[in-house]
């Protein structure tokens, strides 16, 4: 089993900061790209950050300058630093990871953690 969890989410005001921390736990091998994406009410996921295992980040133009992700390889965690915070920023975050797993079929798969809500009021 592979478990993905997410935390940090919460209710701030326009213009403060969050922090979402995403552990992967489990059965796993190794851990490439991570990820997060966010959906909002009525709308449909989208890409916010992902990074490679070697630290690349990439991230949709609508948070550059705002958000930072970061990982450690050795927890296999991953961070999404948000300063800045819009109320369009308003969504329920969710984290992803692909993965391959110690056990079973030897494909690197993609897994969802369940989501943190993310609330900014203005």
């Known amino acids: 089993q592979v478990q993905l969890v997410e935390s940090g989410g919460g209710l701030v005001q326009a213009g403060e900061s969050l922090r979402l921390s995403c552990v992967a736990s489990?059965?796993?091998?190794?851990?490439?790209?991570m990820g997060w994406y966010r959906q909002a009410a009525g709308k449909q996921r989208e890409l916010v950050a992902t990074i490679t295992s070697g630290e690349s980040a990439n991230y949709a133009d609508f948070v550059k300058g705002r958000f930072t992700i970061s990982r450690d390889n050795a927890k296999n965690t991953v961070y999404l630093q948000m300063n800045s915070l819009k109320p369009e920023d308003t969504a329920v975050y969710y984290c992803?990871?692909?993965?391959?797993?110690?056990?079973?079929?030897?494909?690197?798969?993609?897994?969802w953690g369940q989501g943190t809500q993310v609330t900014v009021s203005s």
């Open positions: 992803n990871a692909n993965l391959r797993r110690r056990l079973g079929i030897p494909l690197d798969l993609d897994y």
């Open positions: 489990g059965n796993i091998a190794r851990v490439n790209a």
